[in-house]
């Protein structure tokens, strides 16, 4: 059966995670990495997992709650209480930034820059609140 740019996603997928877990060299990820992507059926993935323990299909979509979970920490999202201590870690930075400017006779001002650039990068805040707000009000209307 012909297989489509999903299956061999998943199968790479699955090719990385062995990878992590050492049961494939980093040469063996690779080559068979480029036979996943070249795979046109089923059969050819089927072939890269035949050595290896027992792990869901590559071609098995993942449950719409496993699936976002995972999306969730891949794309970075942080917990509540994550993003709560980063926020206080953020709103620190200035103070912190500005003493220190003072104790160093401003001899190190681009430490300044932290809190302008860095923290809001780190944060995901970037700036444009209103705007975002208002896109957001605007789409569910």
Do not use: Y
């Not at 820059?113 to 944060?123: D, E, K, Q, R, Y």
């Amino acid at each position: 059966m012909r297989i489509g740019d999903s299956e061999r996603d998943a199968a790479v997928g699955a090719l990385r995670d062995h990878h992590v877990a050492g049961r494939l060299t980093a040469e063996e990820f690779s080559e068979r990495m480029e036979t996943a992507l070249a795979a046109h059926t089923q059969g050819d993935l089927d072939a890269l997992f035949q050595d290896l323990p027992e792990t869901p299909p590559p071609a098995a979509p993942a449950s719409s709650t496993t699936s976002t979970a995972v999306e969730k920490r891949q794309s970075g999202q942080l917990s509540p209480a994550q993003r709560k201590a980063l926020d206080v870690a953020a709103a620190l930075t200035w103070p912190a930034a500005l003493v220190f400017c003072f104790a160093t006779g401003w001899q190190w001002w681009w430490v300044m820059l932290i809190p302008i650039f860095v923290m809001p990068a780190l944060t995901g805040h970037s700036g444009h609140h209103r705007s975002d707000h208002r896109k957001k009000r605007d789409e569910d209307d």
